[in-house]
């Protein structure tokens, strides 16, 4: 009989699990959620940065902490205007808050916000070395964020809201903080016709999968927030080798170890997506 697990107890792991994982790709150590420490900085963009979508344009001239436990680019489908307000969900090292306070320029501002405080600590070191001076980063949970009614235009996310435990009510607090007309735009996980036994699997979650919900149920949740105007934009269905690059983990992080039993089983049943959606007036 499975045991099902707390949402506390998810978040719990998730934390450790990603507290662990920069703090070893930022000390050279293998990543958790990569078979090798994803630097994303330099000339050479590894296979991991090429499947999440980044170019090399994007890429260049990033401090070398810079690190994505993604699975996507949301930045590169946001049609973010110059002065405008971007909140940035799970912001990790903040490779996409760098490349979104490009967009908005000085005039502009990027909100961070993540749970973990080894991520927030060296995402503010990254801000800093990379001359970001228009953002910041808050500590706090996408279920409750520290965040006012109406304060941002936009709101992207990384790979992060399919490990909420409460994924309605993150879409709750993301229509409470948008603007009137404010849009969404996140790349995520989810899943094709996954065994519900799958989905209860503690390692599972943290590896970024059987956190995921199907499609059509990310979608309606999406909805139910208040959002219209949902839509899919892209979508790639992970085969065993795009697990195993994108969520494959032969470090051996304790909890967070993504299996080849774990490969198999989610082989063809997981998609990253990207998923648009507004507030509307």
């Known amino acids: 009989m499975v045991m099902k697990k707390s949402s506390d107890e998810i978040r719990d792991a998730v934390k450790k699990h990603y507290g662990e994982a920069i703090t070893k790709s930022?000390?050279?150590?293998?990543?958790?959620c990569s078979p090798q420490p994803i630097q994303l900085s330099g000339e050479a963009i590894n296979d991991y940065a090429r499947l999440a979508g980044y170019s090399a344009g994007?890429?260049?001239?990033?401090?070398?902490?810079?690190?994505?436990?993604?699975?996507?680019?949301?930045?590169?489908?946001?049609?973010?205007?110059?002065?405008?307000?971007?909140?940035?969900?799970?912001?990790?090292?903040?490779?996409?808050?760098?490349?979104?306070?490009?967009?908005?320029?000085?005039?502009g501002k990027v909100i961070g916000l993540d749970m973990t405080d080894e991520m927030i600590t060296v995402c503010r070191k990254n801000l800093e070395t990379a001359g970001i001076t228009n953002g910041e980063?808050?500590?706090?949970?996408?279920?409750?964020?520290?965040?006012?009614?109406?304060e941002v235009d936009w709101i992207i996310s990384n790979c992060v809201i399919n490990l909420s435990p409460e994924k309605d009510q993150v879409f709750a607090e993301a229509f409470r903080v948008l603007k009137p007309g404010g849009k969404m735009l996140v790349s995520d996980i989810v899943t094709v016709d996954l065994p519900e036994e799958y989905r209860d699997d503690i390692l599972a979650w943290v590896g970024c999968l059987a956190g995921a919900v199907e499609e059509v149920e990310y979608v309606r949740l999406i909805e139910e927030a208040g959002f219209k105007n949902?839509?899919?934009?892209?979508?790639?269905?992970?085969?065993?080798?795009?697990?195993?690059?994108?969520?494959?983990?032969?470090?051996?992080?304790?909890?967070?170890?993504?299996?080849?039993?774990m490969v198999r089983k989610f082989?063809?049943?997981?998609?990253?997506?990207?998923?648009y959606a507004e507030k509307h007036s």
């Open 230 to 261: 949902v839509k899919i934009l892209d979508k790639m269905v992970y085969d065993d080798t795009t697990i195993a690059t994108l969520a494959g983990d032969a470090c051996g992080c304790g909890e967070g170890t993504v299996t080849e039993d």
């Open 26 to 32: 930022s000390s050279g150590g293998g990543s958790c």
């Open 58 to 107: 994007e890429l260049k001239d990033l401090p070398p902490g810079v690190t994505t436990f993604g699975c996507g680019n949301p930045v590169n489908f946001m049609e973010v205007k110059e002065g405008e307000t971007v909140l940035d969900l799970g912001s990790g090292a903040g490779l996409d808050l760098i490349l979104a306070a490009r967009k908005v320029g000085p005039k």
């Open 137 to 150: 980063v808050r500590r706090g949970l996408m279920e409750k964020m520290p965040v006012a009614d109406g």
């Open 267 to 275: 082989a063809n049943r997981v998609a990253s997506v990207k998923v």
